[in-house]
């Protein structure tokens, strides 16, 4: 079946520092890869979205190119903030629609300090 | 963005009783809901798709008596836990997704189940 897996967290990282993310998925046919964000007391937020092999998704500083010769999609920031600080969660749709449900890793914690 | 509630967001309750868990999709229509589990420093697990008007499918190990689900309209879908215990103790989160939507979900903010 699909899988996620990510790095394990915690993170923690300075103010302006580089971040990195890894993700790997394993999946057939042609998935759908989602990065989503979980800010303390809130729901999952779509961060952002690759469908198709070399996309490349991003939003708000972020970034993540959908490798398909690697099966990875890894997130990165090259200067990441306080505000930043929050539990991100790669996830992959099986299908072309959103009435799939999401496979996602665990999540991977980042704090980010001043 | 499209915007998902749940309700309440955190409940207590006794081994042996019932909660019921709402979740309403506040300006769009909701097809589909799925209903996910969270458990500490893991990923979140599906539990069961919803499609309004019809049962909900389970996923595999999801006892359907147990995890009551109800989606009669297509703002509002209910999990119910019946005869809760301990183990039921979780962070339960619903997604919506919307008619002719693709790729995105929008997710509530979850519910934090404790049961004593």
């Known amino acids: 079946g699909n899988s996620v897996t990510q790095m394990e967290g915690p993170v923690t990282l300075s103010e302006e520092a580089f971040l990195t993310i890894n993700c790997t998925y394993t999946a057939t046919g042609y998935p759908s890869l989602f990065w989503y964000v979980q800010y303390p007391g809130e729901g999952l937020q779509l961060l952002l979205k690759a469908t198709k092999a070399d996309d490349k998704g991003s939003n708000k500083g972020f970034e993540a190119t959908y490798r398909k010769e690697t099966t990875s999609f890894h997130l990165e920031k090259g200067s990441v903030q306080v505000s930043d600080s929050a539990v991100y969660f790669c996830?992959?749709?099986?299908?072309?629609?959103?009435?799939?449900?999401?496979?996602f890793g665990k999540g991977t914690r980042l704090s980010v300090i001043a | 963005g499209a915007v998902v509630s749940q309700h309440p967001s955190r409940v207590i309750c006794k081994s042996g009783t019932s909660v019921k868990i709402e979740c309403r999709s506040l300006?769009?229509?909701?097809?589909?809901m799925f209903w996910y589990r969270q458990f500490p420093k893991q990923s979140l697990m599906l539990m069961a798709t919803s499609n309004e008007g019809s049962k909900a499918t389970y996923e595999q190990g999801v006892e359907k008596d147990k995890f009551l689900i109800n989606h009669a309209s297509l703002t509002l879908s209910t999990l119910t836990v019946t005869s809760a215990h301990p183990e039921d103790s979780s962070f339960y989160i619903c997604?919506?997704?919307?008619?002719?939507?693709?790729?995105?979900?929008?997710f509530g903010p979850g519910t934090r189940l404790t049961v004593t």
């Open positions: 996830a992959l749709s099986g299908a072309y629609s959103g009435n799939t449900p999401l496979v």
């Open positions: 997604s919506a997704t919307g008619q002719g939507s693709t790729y995105e979900q929008y």
């Open positions: 300006d769009f229509q909701a097809t589909t």
